[in-house]
């Protein structure tokens, strides 16, 4: 029973929140990172002016805190949604209540915006949570991200899988590259190449985003670590692969034991995941995090990034303690994980 209230608490909740929402602004219909639809999710969008005055409308600040390691010399202003007015304010003059019992978009921890102090005592009455400013919210976020990604790319994995499904059923071909997922949803529509809306519609952009642009680490199920013997599909965002010369493919439940089998072996090719996206990366190309407070299945890890940015942000984030290319890692690191 409880199960079932706490939810319908939550409905209410936001349900008697939204009404006092006035008429959205919105500048396009998708958020440019997740591609969820941005009226269903006013009440914490944000908008990303740029310096070549392009702007970005995102769903949430997880979204933002997605994208901000890309563009962060290019931002102009970032504003956010009065959740009184309706309007867009900077976010330098807002007031977020953190944690209240109003639900989150793509967090764990909603964050709603105001633009007076009062607004916000009287919705934190209401609702509870704790009154903060945007940078001491946004670093909350920022520290929050990996763990609400790892949940959202899982979630979003299964979403894409029934894209796949939809896509062979009610889809035309839908061909090119596109920046974002919202840019991928616009093409559809325009070209009227699936008849689908809504989940739907956002399942088969999900498929086709993740078909373009991640190609992940596929780790046979009975493929064991070399190096403790675990299963490598039980921790598949750790997952790592060496082709050793003969051709062979073998599996590591995280670079750590990846680079001590390297320590002694040679290899043709060899791939990491991604920490972020889980997308494949090129192990001699990838930035590896060390001394950070996350671990993986075998403890202390190397956590691998594509790019540096996403490496530096991390390392903010979690405590790292620094960023190693592949060639730096030798024993000496690796008794620093024991
Ligand atoms: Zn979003
Ligand atoms: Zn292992």
């Not at 909740?13 to 999710?41: D, I, R, T, Y």
């Not at 029934?162 to 062979?168: A, E, V, W």
């Not at 013997?229 to 790592?240: I, N």
């Not at 599996?251 to 390297?262: A, R, T």
Request: charged share 25%; net charge positive.
């Amino acid at each position: 029973m409880r199960k079932l209230l706490l939810p319908m608490f939550f409905v209410l909740a936001l349900f008697a929140f939204n009404k006092s929402m006035l008429h959205p602004e919105l500048h396009q219909k998708w958020c440019s990172v997740c591609g969820m639809n941005l009226a269903k999710f006013y009440k914490t969008n944000h908008l990303v002016v740029l310096k070549d005055g392009k702007q970005m409308q995102l769903c949430s600040m997880h979204c933002l805190a997605q994208v901000y390691p890309h563009i962060k010399d290019k931002i102009a202003k970032i504003m956010v949604v009065d959740a009184k007015s309706g309007k867009f304010i900077p976010v330098q003059n807002a007031y977020y209540v953190v944690g209240s019992s109003v639900p989150g978009t793509m967090s764990m921890q909603s964050k709603i915006a105001f633009s007076s102090i009062d607004d916000a005592k009287a919705f934190q009455k209401k609702y509870g949570g704790k009154i903060m400013r945007f940078d001491e919210a946004f670093a909350l976020q920022r520290k929050m991200f990996a763990k609400e990604q790892a949940k959202i790319a899982h979630k979003q994995k299964k979403m894409a899988m029934m894209g796949k499904i939809l896509y062979k059923k009610h889809c035309k071909k839908v061909d090119g590259e596109f920046a974002s997922l919202a840019k991928l949803k616009e093409h559809i529509v325009k070209n009227h190449l699936c008849n689908l809306q809504g989940k739907k519609l956002q399942a088969v952009a999900l498929y086709l985003w993740q078909k373009q642009h991640k190609k992940h680490i596929h780790v046979p199920k009975d493929a064991k670590c070399p190096v403790c013997g675990m299963f490598v599909a039980k921790h598949p965002r750790w997952a790592t692969m060496i082709v050793d010369e003969e051709g062979r493919k073998l599996y590591f439940d995280g670079v750590k034991d990846m680079m001590k089998y390297l320590q002694n072996h040679k290899f043709k090719r060899a791939y990491v995941s991604d920490y972020y996206s889980g997308e494949a990366v090129d192990a001699t190309k990838a930035y590896y995090v060390l001394g950070s407070d996350v671990y993986g299945p075998m403890g202390k890890e190397l956590i691998p990034f594509k790019s540096l940015q996403d490496a530096k942000s991390f390392l903010n984030d979690h405590k790292g303690k620094k960023i190693l290319r592949f060639s730096q890692i030798n024993k000496e690191v690796l008794q620093e994980l024991e």
